[in-house]
């Protein structure tokens, strides 16, 4: 068996995000926030037919992660997966069209993918019944952790089992302050139901202990970070608290793929 775990973010961003993860013959996407064109063709640019993917599992009902759900469902039979409060939410808006019911997963319960577990574990941002995931295939783990909110009870303790992750690091404090959002908006933001800034990020990973092979930053805000501001905090953070252990940071593009990772 083939225990490689590729990944790799098709977009990542409040303009829509869609991640991908292989392991062997097993091919997932988390989160359907492209058109269906978008995420066929992007997924080809890896040689990946979009047909192949066995389930589409989204995190929350935030429409830049659930858009294009419906069209994925009709476009190509994908099926989807998500919380009932996720279903709950998005059934009540008729955001998704026409879409049959989606296999429902409870917050804190593993899926089961041929060799693959999904974990999920509940976060506290503001969406009701919000996930986020590790996925495991037995020799390596990684963590997809975007829109947590918080750094919650037992977030610091799964980081430490992980291999590789996707994490949020969505603002820098001193951009949002100074910046056009309203106040309103910038306190949802750094509040405990919104996002992690670079350093609550930074500071996650510096304590995530040395099994982590190398961090991808998703998700940061087009007004209050910049990827170089993003990396300039979390390499500063890291050399000062993490023994001086050059932890690899890669960046996932908001408007494009980004490289395919591996572990």
């Known amino acids: 068996m083939n225990n490689k775990l590729r990944f790799a973010s098709l977009q990542s961003g409040s303009n829509g995000n869609c991640l991908y993860v292989e392991s062997g013959d097993v091919r997932l996407l988390f989160d359907a926030g492209l058109t269906g064109l978008q995420t066929k063709q992007r997924l080809e640019s890896f040689g990946v037919d979009i047909l192949t993917v066995q389930a589409v599992i989204i995190s929350h009902a935030h429409d830049d992660h659930i858009r294009y759900a419906g069209v994925l469902q009709r476009q190509y039979n994908l099926p989807i997966w ?35 577990n999904v974990e999920t574990f509940p976060t506290t941002h503001d969406a009701p019944e919000g996930v986020c995931f590790v996925v495991d295939n037995s020799s390596v783990r990684l963590g997809i952790m975007t829109d947590l ?22 603002y ?20 405990g139901h919104g996002h992690l800034s670079n350093v609550e990020a930074a500071e996650l990973l510096s304590l ?9 930053l998703g ?45």
């Open 172 to 191: 820098d404090p001193e951009m949002l302050e100074n910046g056009i959002y309203s106040d309103v908006l910038k306190q949802r933001i750094r509040s």
């Open 149 to 170: 909110g918080s750094r919650f009870l037992g977030l610091r303790e799964i980081i430490a089992t992980l291999d590789g992750i996707y994490l949020e690091s969505n």
């Open 82 to 116: 998500m919380t009932p409060g996720a279903f709950q939410k998005v059934r009540t808006t008729g955001r998704l069209g026409n879409i049959s019911t989606p296999h429902l997963f409870g917050c804190g319960e593993t899926l089961t993918f041929g060799m693959v």
């Open 219 to 263: 998700h940061l805000s087009a007004k209050n970070n910049t990827p170089a501001t993003a990396l300039e905090t979390h390499r500063t953070i890291l050399e000062q608290t993490n023994s001086g252990r050059a932890l690899p940071l890669h960046i996932a593009p908001r408007y494009e793929v980004s490289e395919m990772l591996e572990l």
């Open 208 to 216: 995530s202990g040395n099994r982590l092979r190398w961090a991808c």
